[in-house]
């Protein structure tokens, strides 16, 4: 699609052309003899085109300066800075987003002309088995080789109908990885070929980042997202920046909390074992050890409850701190009733409320009932206090108390305080646990649902919250359904009669999931295409531990990566390398040469010693096929993604792809046509699936993205066709007359318009009040366009704003109005039945405090499963309901006496290959490093800029030493414990090279969602 | 005609760098890829293709315990430039808004600029002969447009506009600083060398954050504008070839250490 196309789409689609920014004090000054000299302006009279940062979630705005009349395999990037007109940034750019041209073109080094990026793959490549060269191939014979290798795989590994004889059709042989960089369009069409496959070893990046907030918030909110947005955050009182170092991960966040400071005295509390760039602003800077977050926040919850801190009116009505529980529930020694040490689980049905005889809920609503959640929460949590907390987070007492001091004050009704957090947070043992304490302590000082406030679970892939919503995860299906089990769910009338509740807006549920399967199969009922969605064998794990796991082991053949890169990404990566080498075929889609598209070659075998726990294999020994197939970057082509505060925005062409690479949209809507053209005129009903899937997205190849974004939004089946649209998800039926590819996004394309090209960025503001940054006419959002979810809470229980300057919704006496969509029945009267069952989505539409996880209803601290530690308030080693994938790989203090954690720099990104091939970045940041305090380094006879290597049971990483104040010993219950911290960012390729740190990190994760502990862990460091 | 000024407020700036790059993305400058000696700030100073870098600075105070300053550092753009007075081609000009202006096509690479300036900011770059630096963006200015590095500035600690007006602001923001937990905060860039125009807020005394407390224009280069320059002007061709004056530039040089004998680092 030529950009002169491209360009008209976004006027008529946008309405506010680009403004540029202009100071009107300088115009009108005269001419004098300097100016004949100065260059003119390169970027005079071009028409920017926006786009949308690929990196972190925070969603930026860029806009892309092209040289239109240069050819196609040329360089076109004039410049590419911040889009001034989106709310998000204003024009603002990290080094990340100010590089954006890096990801196309250059600037030589020795010549200073500008030139397309070399490290850019312009075809095709092919490594064949035992080679270690590649091969470059055409689209044809790659994209025909894959479909034939997919179909011998799924062909012989198959299983259509299960020992119980239940219809299962699932292909555990093959897995599918990454996916978070995709568009919205992108993953739609991979998560549905994936399940029509038959995939279930189907996972992506939000596993191993992310997984332990949906955890967390789903089962205390409804839903797993983060509450507010970015350009919210000018509204709080008080930042409390735990688990993130977001200066340098979310460097936009920096922009809304300076206005907090600047405008509101806001404070900012930054908690994190090292000082960090955002420690370096923060008012309150408290260290605390890696893995220690339930003590401290738990400290926290003891001092709110003893001090009567919290919001009352808000805890007695929007939470469940009034529900009884049943007598059966119990706490001992760090374990809750109901515990089976043998299959280190809980029986959950010992944690019950207590029901009246009508089926309600029982309540005491003065909360002082010895039962009632309230009351049971402050007992759990009385043995937390100051100094026990302190001699287990190793944070100095006085710190602490400013941080209880400060971050309490939030409590009061007019003042609000927000959490931002992110991988410091999710990866441990206790991940859910740990964002569950996050919400807790919101919802007891009452900041969920109002401006300024919330528990913001920074995404940190730019569309990591969409592959989310979409589903590339084993164990839901697009808008959070569960995927069917075998036994569990056997069919479409037991999967709806035992996943849908009978309170909460869940009760809609059958309504999502016939919409959905109609998308996939428009042509078949839903109670027939049901059973063509592959079902898990029951409580098997196929998540990302798992699935390298099973690798390693060989049960798998094929493997599909998405723009993922576990060989420096993965946890314990010298196992999950290893793993690939035992694989049949692989097919590696992605910008550059990825370590994981080049595991086979010499360079991936380097070690710093030779000490090699799993068996890395050199290229003639592996046997592996690889098809690496070049994608091209986020500005040559057009789609959607959903950053972190789930804004839907839309990113325009603005260059032709580099060389031959396409749009993985292409790619994927390519080859499932070729697979359904090698399956055409089956009539085995194991291939149903595949040939009577919907798949039509428009000829020659390149897929129409209006015909995608439709059947996001979704429609009416009229007549097995397409019909017209729906509005939104209250209008889809669970009869099989509508169809809907995501019931979350549906609203996004009601009539004639993709709402996420909406380009207006003035903001609402409703007569009377004064606006928010909610910008409800800058794209969309989920759901129904709502800015700030759960914002009934933002109101008295009778519908008044606790705070009127920073008024959200209210209750004008007929219905909800406000400067945000009400996340609530608009004409639900807040003194009238359930008009202040403030959470719509939870069964009990209240906020929970007390909920069911897999290690209990309340966090508890665990220490991590390798820590320095013995735990100080129980007697369990670590967290009792988790796997130990690996028990012979636990170190212990004896030959690994530090913690060891992994982080990120705001120069790269991720798994490195987005930034490392980018000279701009690699020039920042060209090296990868371990920062350690000045009394390690002493000790160890290690000075600043020396090679080191790091050392734990899995393996080693060699990496040079940044000695620093910034990083100090912990004093722990009367010790000291020393605390190391390296960058995760580095492999063999690109301009900035170096070795991967998660070689050191163990294959544990936490016992709900099984994140990786990539947080704390034991190791021990030495001079190189 | 106004002077139209950067405004750089260390206490909002979280090092993110992205001037930096922003800089090189409008100024077309390659990467300069040094490794890494310990420190964030992997590029020790501005080079021929590095127009602006920032600083890291950590330390630890008994009191207020351990700290991190950052500097973006560029070209002052002072308004009596020591560049322009020794510069023997007429390279350098002053904007009537303020930049200090080099032009490219009459300079003749011969770094006497690079030992005036009492911020070591003109750097040499080799591959065509010339001196580099910080141009204030003037292309970008004279259109209307704000100079790339503080357009892309996320946090707001850069912003440009009228000097009068952010020296107002700067002073304000020192006086808020200073009631809350900076004493020493103060300005830096209103008065030194008779005023530049770059004012920076800082949260702490000029020597924390790498800046002399009193800029000084070295003497020899004194001397040599005053003395050497006005008489001797047309000897540069000859000086060049290493003849009649080499004897002042072979003290300048002295007077500076080490690296810059082989023409600025690349
Ligand atoms: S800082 Fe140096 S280069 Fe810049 S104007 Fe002043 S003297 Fe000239
Ligand atoms: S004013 Fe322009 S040239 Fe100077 S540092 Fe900023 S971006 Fe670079
Ligand atoms: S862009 Fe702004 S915040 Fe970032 S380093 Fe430069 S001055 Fe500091």
Redesign the interface.
């Known amino acids: 699609m030529s950009t002169l196309i491209t360009r008209r789409q976004l006027l008529k689609g946008g309405g506010t052309s680009i403004a540029?920014?202009?100071?009107a004090?300088?115009?009108g000054?005269?001419l004098?003899?300097?100016?004949a000299?100065?260059?003119?302006?390169?970027t005079?009279n071009i028409k920017p085109v926006p786009t949308i940062c690929p990196y972190c979630g925070a969603g930026c705005g860029l806009v892309v300066y092209t040289n239109e009349n240069a050819p196609a395999d040329s360089p076109q990037v004039l410049?590419?800075?911040?889009d001034?007109d989106n709310p998000i940034?204003r024009?603002?750019?990290?080094?990340k987003?100010?590089?954006l041209?890096n990801l196309r073109e250059?600037?030589?080094?020795?010549?200073?002309e500008?030139e397309i990026n070399s490290q850019r793959i312009k075809k095709p490549r092919y490594r064949a088995p035992g080679s270690d060269k590649w091969v470059e191939k055409d689209w044809d014979w790659m994209l025909e080789n894959i479909a034939e290798r997919l179909k011998e795989t799924r062909d012989k590994h198959f299983e259509h109908v299960d020992i119980n004889g239940i219809l299962v059709n699932r292909c555990e042989a093959i897995a599918s990885l990454g996916g978070a960089a995709l568009d919205n369009e992108e993953c739609h069409l991979i998560s549905k070929m994936n399940r029509a496959l038959g995939i279930t070893f189907f996972e992506h990046q939000a596993r191993i980042c992310h997984s332990s907030t949906v955890g967390g918030l789903a089962p205390t909110f409804g839903r797993g997202a983060m509450t507010n947005h970015f350009v919210d955050m000018q509204h709080t009182d008080c930042a409390l920046i735990i688990g993130s170092n977001s200066?340098?991960t979310h460097?936009?966040t920096?922009?809304w909390l300076?206005?907090a400071r600047d405008k509101r005295k806001a404070k900012i509390i930054n908690v994190d074992p090292r000082?960090t760039?955002?420690?370096?602003?923060a008012d309150i800077?408290a260290p605390m050890r890696s893995g220690t977050d339930i003590a401290f926040i738990g400290g926290m919850i003891n001092y709110i409850l003893e001090n009567k801190f919290y919001h009352e009116e808000y805890v007695r009505w929007y939470t469940n701190a009034t529900f009884i529980v049943g007598e059966s529930f119990g706490f001992d020694d760090g374990l809750f009733t109901g515990y089976d040490e043998a299959t280190r689980s809980y029986d959950q049905s010992k944690w019950n409320y207590e029901m009246n005889a009508d089926g309600t809920y029982k309540k005491d609503m003065s909360m002082e009932d010895p039962r009632c959640v309230l009351q049971l929460l402050k007992e759990h949590f009385s043995r937390y206090d100051i100094d026990t907390v302190c001699k287990i987070t190793g944070t100095p007492r006085n710190k602490y108390m400013e941080v209880l001091d400060t971050y309490c004050a939030t409590g009061a009704p007019d003042k609000v305080g927000t959490i931002m957090y992110a991988m410091g947070t999710t990866q441990h043992t206790v991940g859910v646990e740990n964002v569950r304490s996050y919400a807790m302590l919101q919802l007891l000082l009452g900041n969920i649902g109002r401006a300024g406030g919330g528990v913001n679970a920074l995404r940190g892939e730019s569309n990591v919250q969409g592959s989310t919503d979409w589903a590339m995860l084993y164990h839901i299906l697009p808008g959070y359904l569960n995927t069917p089990e075998a036994k569990k769910h056997p069919d479409y009338a037991a999967y709806n009669a035992v996943e849908t509740p009978k309170t909460g807006y869940w009760k809609n549920k059958p309504k999502f999931l016939s919409s959905l399967l109609k998308c996939y199969w428009m042509e078949d009922h839903p109670a027939i295409s049901y059973d063509y969605l592959p079902k898990r064998i029951d409580g098997k794990d196929y998540s990302h531990i798992a699935l390298f796991e099973a690798m390693y082991q060989g049960e798998l053949e094929g493997l599909f990566i998405w723009g993922s890169n576990p060989v420096v990404g993965g946890p314990n990566a010298n196992k999950e390398q290893a793993a690939l080498a035992n694989l049949k075929w692989m097919v590696a889609v992605d910008l550059w040469q990825t370590e994981t598209s080049e595991f086979w070659t010499y360079k991936a075998v380097e070690r710093p010693t030779d000490r090699d726990e799993y068996g890395i294999k050199t290229p003639d020994e592996i046997e592996t096929e690889v098809f690496f197939l070049p994608a091209c970057n986020s500005y040559e082509k057009e789609g959607t993604i959903t950053n972190s505060g789930r804004w839907m925005q839309y990113r325009w062409k603005a260059c032709a792809p580099v060389g031959e690479s396409r749009a993985d949209l292409e790619i994927v809507n390519d080859l499932m046509s070729r697979v359904k053209k090698l399956y055409e005129g089956s009539t085995k009903p194991q291939d149903e699936p595949i040939n009577r899937l919907t798949w039509e997205y428009g000829n020659n190849g390149h897929p129409d993205i209006d015909i995608i974004a439709r059947e996001i939004n979704g429609f009416t089946v009229v007549d097995g066709k397409p019909g017209p649209q729906v509005a939104n998800f209250t209008k889809l039926m669970d009869d099989g007359t509508t169809a809907c590819g995501n019931w979350v996004y549906s609203g996004c394309y009601p009539a004639d318009q993709y709402l996420a090209r909406k380009r207006d960025n003035k903001d609402v503001e409703h007569e009377g009040s004064k606006a928010i940054g909610s910008y409800l006419n800058w794209s969309w959002c989920w759901p129904v366009n709502r800015r700030i979810i759960y914002n009934r809470c933002s109101c008295t229980p009778e519908g008044l704003p606790w705070d009127a300057n920073r008024a959200s919704i209210w209750w004008n006496g007929e219905e909800w109005t406000g400067n945000d969509i009400p996340d609530f029945g608009k004409t639900t009267d807040p003194n009238g039945a359930g008009g202040r069952n403030a959470f719509i989505m939870r069964p009990e539409e209240v906020g929970c405090i007390f909920t069911k996880r897999n290690e209990g209803p309340f966090p508890e601290h665990y220490e991590p499963w390798e820590s320095p530690q013995e735990n100080l308030l129980n007697n369990q080693p670590f967290n009792p309901a988790i796997t130990v994938w690996e028990p012979d790989k636990r170190g212990t203090i004896k030959d690994y006496p530090i913690v060891g954690t992994t982080y990120r720099?705001?120069?790269h990104w991720q798994a490195g290959a987005m930034t490392r091939m980018q000279?701009?970045?690699?020039?920042?940041?060209?090296?990868c490093?371990v920062e350690m305090s000045e009394e390690l380094a002493k000790e160890k006879g290690i000075g600043?800029?020396n090679e080191v290597i790091v050392s734990t049971t899995r393996g080693d990483m060699k990496a040079?030493?940044?000695?620093?104040?910034?990083f100090?010993p912990f004093l722990i219950n009367g010790n000291y414990v020393h605390q190391i911290g390296m960058l995760w960012h580095f492999g063999f390729n690109g301009?900035?090279s170096g070795e991967p740190a998660n070689r050191l990190t163990p294959h544990i994760g936490d016992a709900n969602t099984t994140i990786p502990e990539y947080k704390a862990w034991l190791c021990d460091v030495r001079r190189a | 005609m106004a002077r139209m000024t950067n405004l750089y407020d260390v206490s909002k700036c979280t090092a993110c760098r992205g001037c930096q790059v922003a800089c090189k993305d409008w100024n077309q400058l390659p990467a300069v890829i040094e490794p890494f000696k310990g420190n964030y700030q992997t590029h020790e100073d501005t080079n021929g293709d590095t127009f602006t870098i920032v600083k890291f600075m950590e330390g630890e105070d008994p009191v207020d315990g351990v700290y991190w300053n950052f500097l973006k550092y560029q070209c002052m753009h002072c308004f009596d430039p020591a560049c322009m007075s020794v510069c023997p081609q007429g390279a350098y000009s002053k904007t009537s808004w303020g930049a200090t202006f080099h032009d490219p096509d009459k300079c003749i690479g011969c770094q006497y600029c690079t030992y005036a300036c009492p911020f070591e900011i003109p750097k040499y770059r080799k591959r065509e002969d010339k001196i580099t630096k910080c141009t204030l963006c003037v292309d970008r200015v004279e259109e209307g447009l704000t100079p790339a590095c503080a357009r892309t500035c996320p946090t707001g600690a850069l912003t440009f506009g009228d000097r009068d007006e952010l020296l107002q602001i700067a002073e304000e923001r020192v006086k808020f600083l200073r009631a809350n937990g900076f004493p020493r905060a103060t300005i830096y860039g209103k008065l030194e060398l008779g005023g530049l125009n770059k004012l920076f807020v800082l949260t702490d005394t000029p020597d924390k954050f790498e800046l002399p407390i009193d800029p000084k224009v070295p003497g020899q280069i004194t001397f040599w504008q005053d003395w050497i320059q006005p008489y001797f002007g047309w000897l540069i061709p000859v000086a060049l070839a290493g003849s009649a004056v080499s004897f002042v530039t072979t003290r300048i040089l002295a007077n500076k250490n080490g690296d810059h004998t082989e023409g600025g680092h690349e």
Request: proline share 7%; aromatic share 10%; hydrophobic share 35%.
């Open positions: 540029t920014i202009t100071i004090s300088i115009f000054f005269q004098d003899s300097v100016r000299a100065i260059p003119e302006l390169r005079k410049s590419i800075q911040g001034p940034n024009g603002g750019a990290c080094p987003g100010s590089a041209m250059i600037y030589n080094s020795e010549t200073g500008q200066a340098e460097p936009i920096f922009k300076t206005e000082f760039r955002t420690s370096a602003r800077y720099c705001i120069e000279p701009w970045l690699a020039e920042l940041m060209p090296n490093f600043n800029g040079l030493a940044c000695v620093t104040k910034r100090k301009y900035a």
